[in-house]
T-cell receptor, first 111, second 116 residues
Framework: GENVEQHPSTLSVQEGDSAVIKCTYS??????FPWYKQELGKRPQLIID?????GEKKDQRIAVTLNKTAKHFSLHITETQPEDSAVYFC??????????FGAGTILRVKS | GAVVSQHPSWVICKSGTSVKIECRSL??????MFWYRQFPKQSLMLMAT?????????EQGVEKDKFLINHASLTLSTLTVTSAHPEDSSFYIC????????????FGPGTRLTVT
C-alpha cells in the first residue's frame, strides 16, 4: 500500500522567512496530494492541494510543487507569519480512495 | 459548502462503558465517510472507511468488534467505542467525501474521548 514520508519533523523559521516541507510517496498510481494545517485540538484544514496532471500550484503565500518522476511533493510558505505556526500534514491518495498521511511537521514561526 | 459536524466534541466515560460518536455532513450527501484516530503529537491514522448502506472496511489492526461503525444514511455515520479502556483515549475525527470529487475529504471538528 501507499506510504508517505514527511520531513522535517520540526521546523523553526524567523518571521518573514520561507518554510519548505517535503514529502515522498511510494505508490506511483497516487494522483491527489493535499496539504493540511492543524492547530492544537482542531480539525485538519485543507490549505492547498495538487493533482498529478499539474506540476505546481500557488495560492498567495502558499505553493505546492509535484515531481511525479521522483514521487515527491513539497509545500512552500513564503513571508511566514506567527499565525502560520501549526502542524502541517501532507497526504496522498488515488482517485476515490483513502488518504494516507505523512507524520506531520511542527512549524514554529519566531517573531 | 461541504460542512461536517461531530457530536459530542468531547466526552469522558468510565472504563468498560460504550461511547457513540456521530458524524454528519450538513450540506451535502457523502457517499463515503472515514474515521480517524489521532494520538497526541501523532498523525491521523485511518481506522475505517464506510459507505452508506454497506459494511465498513477496517484498516489492519483495528478491531471491528470494538469500534462499531454504522453508516445508515448519506448524511450520518456513527462510531461506537465498545467496552472502552484508558488506551482508547484519543482524538477521533471523521471526514466525508464523495466519489465525483475524487479524493477530497471534508473533516469534522473531532471528538476528544477520555476514558477513566
Amino acid at each position: 500500500g501507499e506510504n508517505v514520508e514527511q520531513h522535517p519533523s520540526t521546523l523553526s523559521v524567523q518571521e518573514g522567512d520561507s518554510a519548505v516541507i517535503k514529502c515522498t510517496y511510494s505508490d506511483s498510481a497516487s494522483n491527489y496530494f493535499p496539504w493540511y494545517k492543524q492547530e492544537l485540538g482542531k480539525r485538519p484544514q485543507l490549505i492547498i492541494d495538487i493533482r498529478s496532471n499539474v506540476g505546481e500550484k500557488k495560492d498567495q503565500r502558499i505553493a505546492v510543487t509535484l515531481n511525479k518522476t521522483a514521487k515527491h511533493f513539497s509545500l512552500h510558505i513564503t513571508e511566514t507569519q506567527p499565525e502560520d505556526s501549526a502542524v502541517y500534514f501532507c497526504a496522498a491518495s488515488k482517485y476515490g480512495n483513502k488518504l494516507v498521511f505523512g507524520a506531520g511537521t511542527i512549524l514554529r514561526v519566531k517573531s | 459548502g461541504a460542512v461536517v459536524s461531530q457530536h459530542p466534541s468531547w466526552v469522558i466515560c468510565k472504563s468498560g462503558t460504550s461511547v457513540k460518536i456521530e458524524c454528519r455532513s450538513l450540506d451535502f450527501q457523502a457517499t463515503t465517510m472515514f474515521w480517524y484516530r489521532q494520538f497526541p503529537k501523532q498523525s491521523l491514522m485511518l481506522m475505517a472507511t464506510s459507505n452508506e448502506g454497506s459494511k465498513a472496511t477496517y484498516e489492519q489492526g483495528v478491531e471491528k468488534d470494538k469500534f462499531l461503525i454504522n453508516h445508515a444514511s448519506l448524511t450520518l455515520s456513527t462510531l461506537t467505542v465498545t467496552s472502552a479502556h484508558p488506551e482508547d483515549s484519543s482524538f477521533y475525527i471523521c471526514s466525508a467525501g464523495f466519489l465525483d470529487r475524487g479524493s477530497e475529504q471534508y473533516f469534522g471538528p473531532g471528538t476528544r474521548l477520555t476514558v477513566t
